[in-house]
């Protein structure tokens, strides 16, 4: 069983940064693939980036490339994604997530836990 709980959410000017945390409760988190999903108003949930469980893979959604990153520290039970040169677009509520998986995936298949999200809102 995994709890997780997102932070770092906020209002921030078109070209600044952010950075959110997901911290994990659990015996094993280091054994998790972990991912950061997004909803802005309106639209489905998406991807943005995850992580593998050893965290020798990463995949990000196109839009984020270049811009995105995200890392585990495995020793504090956490999951970072660092944003730099936000967009309006970027506006949503970002949540984590966790699950067992072999390969890393694009979609919330897989993931079976969640946090509650953080709020991120971009100005322009």
């Known amino acids: 069983h995994v709890q997780l709980v997102e932070s770092g959410g906020g209002l921030v000017q078109a070209g600044g940064s952010l950075r959110l945390s997901c911290a994990a409760s659990?015996?094993?988190?280091?054994?998790?693939?972990m991912g950061w999903f997004r909803q802005a108003p309106g639209k489905e949930r998406e991807f943005v980036a995850a992580?593998?469980?050893?965290?020798?893979?990463?995949q990000y959604q196109d839009s984020v490339k270049g811009r995105f990153t995200i890392a585990r520290i495995n020793a504090w039970n956490t999951v970072r994604l660092q944003m730099n040169s936000l967009k309006p677009e970027d506006t949503a509520v970002y949540y984590c997530a966790a699950g067992l998986m072999t390969t890393i995936k694009a979609d919330d298949r897989g993931y079976d836990y969640w946090g509650q999200g953080t709020q991120v809102t971009v100005s322009s």
């Open positions: 659990g015996r094993s988190f280091s054994s998790y693939a």
């Open positions: 992580i593998s469980a050893s965290g020798d893979v990463t």
